[in-house]
C-alpha cells in the first residue's frame, strides 16, 4: 500500500521556470511533510517541511503549499536553475519527523538551461 | 561538524554470505533510522531506534535481517545470508528527537551489491 503518492515521476522545466511536484497522502494521522532533495551518489538533504496548522510555508525560492481537506501538498521552486537538478522527494510522518518517514517515489527534475 | 557515518560506502559479496552495514549518528542525537533504496520500491523505512532501543522494526523484510545499537553513538544493520534481492543503497539517518519533532539527517549510504 503506497501511502504517499507522487507525481509527475520526472519533470523539464526551463531556467528561470516554475517546478511544480506534487504529492497525495492517506493516513490522517500523519502531521509532519518535509521535502527532501538527493543528488546522485548522495544521501536525501531536507529542503523544506511543513505541519498541517500551516497552508503554506517559503523558504526563499522554495515554496510547500498544504491542503489538509484534500490531504495534498505540493513543492513550488521559483527562478529553478540547473543547480537544482536533482531527484526529490515528498514524505510524511505520524511522529513530527521523530518517527519514521514515509516517501513518495520520487521526481527526478531536470533545470535545462 | 561531522555529519551521518556509514561504513562501508560500497560492499559487493556473493549470494549467501554475511553482510554488516554500519552507522555512526550525529554526536548528540538520540533517534537513528535505517532505510533502504532500490528503483522499485524507493526508500523504505526498516528499523528505527530511540535511545538505543527498537521501536518500530515492521519494515524489515524478514529474518535474515537484523539491527542492533549497542550504544548511543553505533549501529549496525546485517543481512545473513545475502540475497541478489537485497541489492540496494542502504541509508543510516539521525535525529535529535524533542518531543515529537525532529529533523532526520541521512548519511551517505553504503551501495550493496549481492551477486
Known amino acids: 500500500q503506497q501511502q504517499v503518492k507522487q507525481s509527475p515521476q520526472s519533470l523539464i522545466v526551463q531556467k528561470g521556470g516554475i517546478s511544480i511536484i506534487n504529492c497525495a497522502y492517506e493516513?490522517?494521522?500523519?502531521?509532519?511533510f518535509p521535502w527532501y532533495q538527493q543528488f546522485p551518489g548522495k544521501g536525501p538533504a531536507l529542503l523544506i517541511a511543513i505541519r498541517p496548522d500551516v497552508s503554506e510555508k517559503k523558504e526563499g525560492r522554495f515554496t510547500i503549499s498544504f491542503n489538509k481537506s484534500a490531504k495534498q501538498f505540493s513543492l513550488h521552486i521559483m527562478d529553478s536553475q540547473p543547480g537544482d537538478s536533482a531527484t526529490y522527494f515528498c514524505a510524511a510522518s505520524p511522529g513530527g519527523g521523530a518517527d519514521g518517514l514515509t516517501f513518495g517515489k520520487g521526481t527526478h527534475l531536470i533545470i535545462q538551461p | 561538524d561531522a555529519g551521518v557515518i556509514q561504513s562501508p560506502r560500497h560492499e559487493v559479496t556473493e549470494m549467501g554470505q554475511e553482510v554488516t552495514l554500519r552507522c555512526k549518528p550525529i554526536s548528540g542525537h538520540n533517534s537513528l533510522f535505517w532505510y533502504r533504496q532500490t528503483m522499485m520500491r524507493g526508500l523504505e523505512l526498516l528499523i528505527y531506534?530511540?535511545?538505543?532501543?527498537?521501536?518500530?522494526d515492521s519494515g524489515m523484510p524478514e529474518d535474515r535481517f537484523s539491527a542492533k545499537m549497542p550504544n548511543a553513538s553505533f549501529s549496525t544493520l546485517k543481512i545473513q545470508p545475502s540475497e541478489p534481492r537485497d541489492s540496494a543503497v542502504y541509508f543510516c539517518a539521525s535525529t535529535l528527537r524533542t518531543g515529537l519533532a525532529g529533523t532526520q539527517y541521512f548519511g551517505p549510504g553504503t551501495r550493496l551489491l549481492v551477486l
Open positions: 531506534f530511540n535511545n538505543n532501543v527498537p521501536i518500530d
Open positions: 493516513n490522517t494521522a500523519f502531521d509532519y
